[in-house]
């Protein structure tokens, strides 16, 4: 990797999409453009599900799934994961199957994520595995650890058996030398995951940083505990950095429950607290590991000019991070000019990841935000391939 890098530009479409060819490409444009049918996105959720049962696993496989996932299982990724890398961008496999809540799904999730750690152990295009606590958790033993409720005997053996599939990951992510994300989740179980993420990096993060918590800007109190975690721990910290994925939810359960909304009170705070604590961990960076997990352009620029200017060689310790089928301006324009880059690569039988697929049509539905700028993308590069033709 070069150490005098320079900044992307991440208009260039050439290289955006050169892993596209014509036709998916053309592809890409009428999803997103379909993003755009309310409608569609309201009865959604009903349409897949009579889509399956008629017949259409095909289509939602050539369409939504390819844009979105890298296969049905990690073994049938390799696709995505050799296309990435050839373009110098890394896997991040992400098992995003949402179950019922049962001890066996919980399981056999852990089993399922065990097989990504292992994996990405043994494969170089594969620089971190990943995890999300309610995937092997009960939701509501999260909350009552988070909030200091008192458990009952048997919601106490629950939890125990629920700790050790925690800790366990993380002690097979160390056996295999593997860095191991905890995604964020919603702020009322975040204590009980925090308290978990904490311990995990004080037992694992020795000679290397292994275990990383994430932080979402988009509640105000969390560029103090970023700043209260780096100050007080001794010891190697990760951190991926991400505005948050649930501001709606949360607004609305604070208004039922009348308690202060612990989001910020508008975007540009967001914005704000997100760039200072990329800043921060950049400060830190001899003791401080990140990922910049964003499909922001500014911040994603405001964190390159900083590696530029303070002449940060590629080293592993900061790294950028955007979701398969997303913000490929921001993932190929960085990695092609050095800067390290993988992408979330989710997977799971078709059926099971339709919540996922949904949310990121949900997400890709305004037409002034993500959805807009990626079909402008698109449109820009379909017409540059036709002058160059
Ligand atoms: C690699 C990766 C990993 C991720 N992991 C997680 C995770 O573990 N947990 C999680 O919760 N999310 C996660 N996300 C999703 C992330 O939190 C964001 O929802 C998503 O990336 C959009 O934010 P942005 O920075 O990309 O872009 P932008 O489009 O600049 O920001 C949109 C975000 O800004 C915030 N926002 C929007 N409007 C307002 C407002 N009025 N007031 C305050 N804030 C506002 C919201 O967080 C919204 O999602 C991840 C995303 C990526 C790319």
Request: hydrophobic residues 40%; charged residues 25%; proline residues 3%.
């Amino acid at each position: 990797m070069s150490e005098a890098r320079s900044l992307p530009s991440f208009d260039n479409t050439a290289v955006a999409f050169a892993h596209k060819s014509n036709w998916q490409l053309r592809k890409a444009k009428w999803l997103f453009r379909s993003f755009g049918f309310t409608w569609l996105l309201k009865h959604g959720n009903t349409l897949s599900k009579w889509a399956l049962l008629l017949g259409f696993k095909g289509l939602i496989r050539n369409t939504i799934f390819e844009q979105f996932c890298g296969g049905e299982s990690a073994e049938s990724s390799e696709k995505a994961i050799e296309n990435l890398h050839q373009l110098g961008v890394g896997t991040i496999l992400d098992y995003s199957v949402e179950g019922e809540e049962t001890e066996d799904v919980f399981e056999t999730t852990a089993r399922e994520i065990a097989v990504s750690i292992r994996k990405a152990g043994s494969d170089p295009r594969i620089p971190f595995a990943v995890f999300k606590a309610t995937g092997i958790m009960p939701f509501d033993l999260l909350v009552a650890q988070s909030s200091g409720q008192a458990l009952t005997k048997e919601q106490q053996a629950i939890w125990d058996r629920a700790e050790t599939r925690f800790m366990g990951l993380c002690a097979l992510a160390e056996e295999c030398q593997v860095r191991l994300f905890i995604d964020a989740e919603e702020s009322w179980i975040q204590p009980a995951i925090d308290a978990l993420a904490e311990t995990a990096m004080l037992k694992h993060n020795h000679s290397r940083c292994l275990i990383y918590n994430t932080i979402q800007l988009y509640r105000h109190d969390r560029l103090a505990y970023l700043k209260e975690q780096i100050q007080k721990g001794q010891h190697l910290l990760g951190f991926k950095l991400v505005r948050g994925a649930y501001m709606e939810k949360e607004r609305e359960r604070a208004q039922k429950y009348g308690y202060p909304s612990p989001i910020q009170v508008n975007k540009e705070s967001t914005d704000r607290d997100y760039d200072l604590a990329v800043m921060h961990c950049l400060e830190h960076r001899n003791r401080v590991s990140i990922c910049i997990g964003t499909h922001n352009e500014k911040s994603s620029l405001l964190a390159a000019q900083y590696l530029v200017d303070h002449a940060v060689d590629a080293s592993d310790s900061v790294y950028f991070s955007q979701l398969l089928g997303m913000s490929d301006h921001i993932s190929f324009n960085l990695s092609s000019k050095g800067f390290r880059v993988a992408k979330y690569v989710p997977y799971g039988p078709i059926a099971s990841v339709m919540p996922y697929l949904l949310r990121r049509a949900q997400e890709n539905s305004s037409a002034k935000g993500q959805a807009g700028r990626e079909l402008v993308l698109i449109e820009t590069e379909i017409v540059r391939r036709k002058k160059s033709a």
